[in-house]
């Protein structure tokens, strides 16, 4: 008997996701080709497509969940670099200002 729905086919499927159901029937994402070759379906067969499947959904889920966490440490990242460089501009106007205070107001008061 052939393995209808390989692993190496699995994998081709991970990317676009459909449901089990047109899995199961089509194996491809594009409709019935293979569906007349496969309906001698044996139980062995679906239940081993059945366990691709949902290693292949489970790994694409994971795959979606580390993305968006990447995402959020990034925005998360940005903001802080914001606000290190509204600080940064903050301390050196201060720092400015300073040293200008001390230029004028050196010498008890007297102006340069």
Avoid: I, P
Wanted: aromatic share 8%; with cysteine.
């Amino acid at each position: 008997k052939r393995e209808y729905l390989s692993r190496r086919r699995c994998r081709a499927l991970t990317g676009a996701m459909t449901t089990w159901r047109q899995w199961k029937r089509n194996g491809t994402r594009m409709g019935n080709q293979d569906a007349k070759a496969r309906r001698h379906f044996t139980r062995r067969t679906v239940s081993r497509a059945w366990n691709l499947w949902r290693e292949a959904a489970a790994t694409e889920k994971r795959h979606d969940v580390a993305v968006s966490r990447a995402r959020a440490r990034n925005y998360r990242l940005t903001v802080r670099d914001g606000f290190h460089a509204w600080v940064a501009v903050v301390v050196s106007v201060a720092n400015t200002t300073l040293r200008l205070e001390s230029l004028f107001h050196r010498r008890g008061g007297q102006r340069l």
